[in-house]
């Protein structure tokens, strides 16, 4: 199935197996999953998600500084 990981510094569309986890598809995409949030329809998504379908996914970069 197709996912497509989009964002501010990100749109890629990669290929996973259905019950592939978020974090398993941020990792073939080759993002970081300490670094970003993902959601769908506005509902925060743990990486421990898994997903069943094709779809499209926010990817927020989580930013900090001192």
Do not use: N, W
Not at 5 to 12: E, S, T
Request: without cysteine.
């Amino acid at each position: 199935m197709e996912i497509h990981l989009k964002g501010r510094d990100y749109d890629v569309k990669i290929d996973i197996e259905s019950g592939g986890t978020v974090r398993q598809a941020l990792t073939k995409a080759e993002i970081l999953p300490s670094m970003v949030i993902v959601s769908h329809d506005g509902v925060i998504l743990p990486h421990a998600t898994v997903l069943s379908q094709s779809v499209k996914l926010l990817v927020t970069t989580i930013s900090s500084g001192g």
